[in-house]
T-cell receptor, first 113, second 115 residues
Framework: DAEITQSPRHKITETGRQVTLACHQTWNHNNMFWYRQDLGHGLRLIHYSYGVQDTNKGEVSDGYSVSRSNTEDLPLTLESAASSQTSVYFC????????????FGPGTRLTVL | DQQVKQNSPSLSVQEGRISILNCDYTNSMFDYFLWYKKYPAEGPTFLISISSIKDKNEDGRFTVFLNKSAKHLSLHIVPSQPGDSAVYFCAASALLAGANSKLTFGKGITLSVRP
């Protein structure tokens, strides 16, 4: 069955370190998204991609970057982790049509000490 | 400035009764609305959606109502079951404006259904 996976599921890192969160989908979806979920803020969009080599900034993109070298993967990199980036991160994907729903991965809980 | 608002952070209802979850939006470009359900330690899952050309969409126990003039939508769950206890996110998209699946989410409402 097609699915979307995230790794690692849990990560503890130190301030200033570079961290990469992986997202892999086997739906063959063109669209991929990264969100963070924080208490009192709901789900906020970090970056998104509409296809290979396409990346776009979301509402909370500062301190994060993504790259899309193939259809299946959209890794999220924190260049220099900060305590404010402690959060739960969700990856999602959808087909090209706007009416298609987004399918979410199980999430990565990141703690920055 | 939050464009999708879920002003009540939590709701508690008795099993078998109706649950009504509310959502307001401010962006008049939004034309497609969705509800997602999220259990602890899992990713959100799609529940139901509605296009702005409709004012109601029903799927089993779940019905979403849209009032465009009031920029308000609501999710009705009848009858509520303990397994419905979860966080519910309202989301909106501006498809005609070219948003292409990009969603704006509210903060979520925690629903507790008491046995």
């Amino acid at each position: 069955d097609a699915e979307i996976t995230q790794s690692p599921r849990h990560k503890i890192t130190e301030t200033g370190r570079q961290v990469t969160l992986a997202c892999h989908q086997t739906w063959n979806h063109n669209n991929m998204f990264w969100y963070r979920q924080d208490l009192g803020h709901g789900l906020r969009l970090i970056h998104y991609s509409y296809g290979v080599q396409d990346t776009n900034k979301g509402e909370v993109s500062d301190g994060y970057s993504v790259s899309r070298s193939n259809t299946e993967d959209l890794p999220l990199t924190l260049e220099s982790a900060a305590s404010s980036q402690t959060s739960v991160y969700f990856c999602a994907s959808s087909e090209a049509s706007g009416l298609d729903t987004q399918y979410f991965g199980p999430g990565t809980r990141l703690t920055v000490l | 400035d939050q464009q999708v608002k879920q002003n009540s952070p939590s709701l508690s209802v008795q099993e078998g009764r109706i649950s009504i979850l509310n959502c307001d939006y401010t962006n008049s470009m939004f034309d497609y609305f969705l509800w997602y359900k999220k259990y602890p330690a899992e990713g959100p899952t799609f529940l139901i959606s509605i296009s702005s050309i409709k004012d109601k969409n029903e799927d089993g126990r779940f019905t979403v109502f849209l009032n465009k003039s009031a920029k308000h939508l609501s999710l009705h769950i009848v009858p509520s079951q303990p397994g419905d206890s979860a966080v519910y996110f309202c989301a909106a998209s501006a498809l005609l404006a070219g948003a292409n699946s990009k969603l704006t989410f509210g903060k979520g409402i925690t629903l507790s259904v008491r046995p």
